[in-house]
């Protein structure tokens, strides 16, 4: 596979730390121990972990772009996860500014990692993606576990923007002009009572207000998650 199509599409392996292999063994060390800290008295978080791997025992996702054409490359598709440790507080940042969220649409769910973690929360989650894969894999393991999380499959740049109290999406991989149309999405289809919450993304415009930001750690490395809504002078005027 050819590097400007691995850089055309951003569908790429995780951001490795510095030092190589022993970088990653560090990292993935840590952060497993830090995350069985704080969650592993929860019988879901284990199970989440056991169904994935399980489900995803052959996923090959350089396979996966290979198989795309032209038509289905986005030029937005990456791979890499945040922790339901990042997760959960993330969601608590929500709640500080949104106290009565309760259901949480994840624009790009992957594996569903962050659905599946949201919904262990009490959260009533939509999670949408774009690779059906993902679908046949991962919704499965939702209703194993007797998670409530609905998967719809689509460009989330074409379906209506869901009415949940908060969206999620990970901004890593978008390039500009994608950014620039799902801003748009937002603000012509969002409300002034959803919260926006974007990883690596701030919408530094007159449109929104950042309302709290927090750097939390993902797969290698971290990402900033930014809380917005829309200004409500704005919201009302539109």
Not at 121 to 141: C, H, I, M, N, T
Request: aromatic share 12%.
């Amino acid at each position: 596979m050819s590097l400007m199509r691995r850089l055309k599409s951003g569908l790429r392996k995780e951001q490795k730390p510095w030092l190589g292999l022993l970088g990653e063994v560090a990292w993935g060390t840590s952060l497993a121990l830090y995350e069985a800290i704080l969650l592993g008295d929860k019988a879901w978080w284990w199970q989440i972990h056991y169904h994935l791997w399980r489900a995803y025992g052959d996923w090959d996702p350089d396979a996966v772009l290979a198989s795309l054409s032209a038509e289905e490359d986005l030029g937005t598709l990456a791979y890499g996860e945040t922790p339901a440790s990042s997760i959960k507080r993330a969601l608590s940042m929500c709640r500080e500014h949104f106290p009565n969220a309760f259901s949480l649409c994840d624009l790009g769910a992957g594996r569903g990692v962050l659905s599946m973690t949201c919904a262990a929360l009490g959260w009533d989650v939509l999670a949408v993606e774009y690779l059906a894969e993902f679908l046949k894999r991962s919704e499965p393991v939702c209703q194993k576990m007797g998670l409530t999380v609905d998967w719809v499959q689509g460009d989330f740049l074409k379906l209506p923007l869901p009415p949940a109290d908060i969206i999620h999406t990970a901004g890593t991989a978008y390039p500009t002009e994608f950014r620039q149309k799902l801003a748009d999405k937002f603000f012509t289809e969002g409300t002034a009572e959803q919260g926006f919450l974007l990883q690596d993304w701030i919408l530094d415009e007159e449109r929104f207000e950042a309302l709290a930001g927090v750097r939390l750690p993902v797969t290698w490395g971290s990402s900033y998650f930014t809380l917005h809504r829309l200004r409500r002078d704005e919201a009302t005027a539109s």
